[in-house]
Structures are given as C-alpha cells and as structure tokens.
C-alpha cells in the first residue's frame, strides 16, 4: 500500500532528524516496540511511588545489591518481583519467536507460577 503525500512527508522530515531510523529495517522497528510497549506495561504494574522508590533504590546501590543494607535489598526484591521480569522476558521472546514457544518457556514452570 503506498503512503499519502502526508505520511511520506511525516517519514521524511522524521529521517532526515533521526538518520538511524533510515539505517534499521521496518521490522526491527516494530519488534523493538511492542519490546518497549511490553516493558512499559510490567512497568505500570507497580505505582508511580513504588516505581519513585525503584529508581532512588537502584540509584543508591548503584546497581548493586552489596551497597544496599539488608532493608533496602528486601524491598528492591519485592519491587522487581511485583514487575514480574520472568514474565517479561518470557512474553519479549514469544514476540520475538518466529515459531510459538511452549508456555512453560514464556511463563515458567508452573511451580513458579504459584
């Protein structure tokens, strides 16, 4: 399907700021979005104060866990297991896959899934 004057001109005007848009494919484009809509929503299942208290927790430790005190790591494991990354990572390679994945390997076994 060709694109309208308007949409060529959008696209245009949007490479010519952005030069490595011009450089990837239109599927990467597509797959590194529905990565970044799907990070987005694990995201959103924490509140924007417990998102807050991700950021500064991880901001302190400077992305390690030895520099928290024992308080502070007990609260970054909670908050990182509400955002479920297993789930995550899970759900970004079903996406990626050109073939279905067993749902074992998207969600985990069904003992962690309790």
Do not use: C
């Not at 004057?5 to 597509?30: D, F, G, I, N, Q």
């Not at 901001?59 to 908050?79: D, F, I, K, M, V």
Request: avoid cysteine; aromatic fraction near 2%; charged fraction near 35%.
């Amino acid at each position: 399907m060709p694109l309208s004057p308007l949409s060529r001109y959008a696209a245009e005007r949007v490479t010519s700021r952005l030069p490595l848009l011009r450089r990837l494919p239109v599927m990467r484009l597509l797959a590194i979005g529905e990565v970044l809509l799907l990070a987005k929503a694990h995201l959103d299942r924490l509140e924007p104060d417990e998102r807050r208290r991700l950021v500064l927790l991880l901001r302190e430790g400077r992305l390690r866990r030895s520099r928290l005190t024992p308080r502070q790591r007990g609260e970054l494991e909670r908050l990182i297991a509400k955002a479920a990354p297993r789930e995550f990572f899970g759900q970004a390679a079903q996406k990626l896959s050109p073939v279905p994945l067993p749902e074992r390997v998207v969600r985990g076994p069904r003992r962690e899934r309790a």
